[in-house]
């Protein structure tokens, strides 16, 4: 109230409110006076207005200013990782259904992988090939079971449980984006989920070119 006051008499009283060089330190000074309990006391012979009127009474006040700058940074940063975020680009879903060779790399033990996907009909085939060694079969399905079998004079069949099922076509949702790198040729971008799948996919075709998983072993 005292500082409303001591600006009201200042526009009401003084014949040099006109002069914007006089009005600008005026209002400086009740903002800093009013805001950090902070006194100023001008002295210009020129502008017997700072001699006219006292200064407003001094008062305690939260430094409000430094709460408005924090508060103000805060949602800066907030906004600033929300819309870095959100232009992320985000990895191209598969078919529900495809054909892809695969050439696999577990750690020196190579092997080539015809991949059959069947997402609309839950089922995905793989005829695997391994490096001089034996032909084998590997049907999975939806509801988690696996059946890997050969068809040579061995006839070997075994079942496994997979509470997970076949991947879904949406089952890089929710990867983070890490770059874009070059990968035998192509210019890939790379995306990283769970923290031990890397995928990269082709900037032009958006296609999958590679994949890299750490299981530890």
Not at 45 to 74: C, E, M
Request: glycine share 4%.
């Amino acid at each position: 109230m005292h500082e409303d006051r001591y600006i009201a008499n200042i526009l009401a009283q003084n014949r040099y409110i006109a002069d914007i060089s006089v009005m600008l330190p005026i209002f400086f000074r009740f903002f800093f006076e009013s805001t950090f309990g902070c006194r100023f006391r001008f002295h210009d012979r020129r502008y017997p207005i700072y001699q006219k009127f006292p200064s407003p009474p001094a008062t305690k006040h939260t430094p409000i200013f430094f709460v408005f700058v924090f508060v103000f940074l805060t949602l800066y940063v907030c906004f600033s990782v929300w819309s870095t975020k959100s232009t992320d680009p985000t990895p191209t879903p598969w078919p529900l259904q495809f054909h892809s060779i695969l050439l696999m790399n577990y750690s020196g033990a190579l092997e080539v992988i015809d991949l059959w996907y069947d997402w609309p009909n839950g089922r995905n085939f793989n005829i695997i090939q391994k490096q001089l060694g034996e032909l084998l079969y590997d049907l999975e399905w939806n509801n988690g079971t696996s059946f890997f079998y050969t068809l040579d004079d061995s006839k070997k069949c075994r079942t496994v449980h997979v509470e997970v099922g076949i991947l879904r076509p949406n089952w890089l949702d929710g990867a983070d984006y890490s770059s874009q790198e070059q990968v035998v040729g192509f210019l890939c971008k790379v995306w990283e989920k769970v923290d031990f799948i890397w995928y990269y996919e082709d900037v032009v075709t958006k296609r999958p070119v590679h994949w890299r998983f750490y299981t530890a072993e």
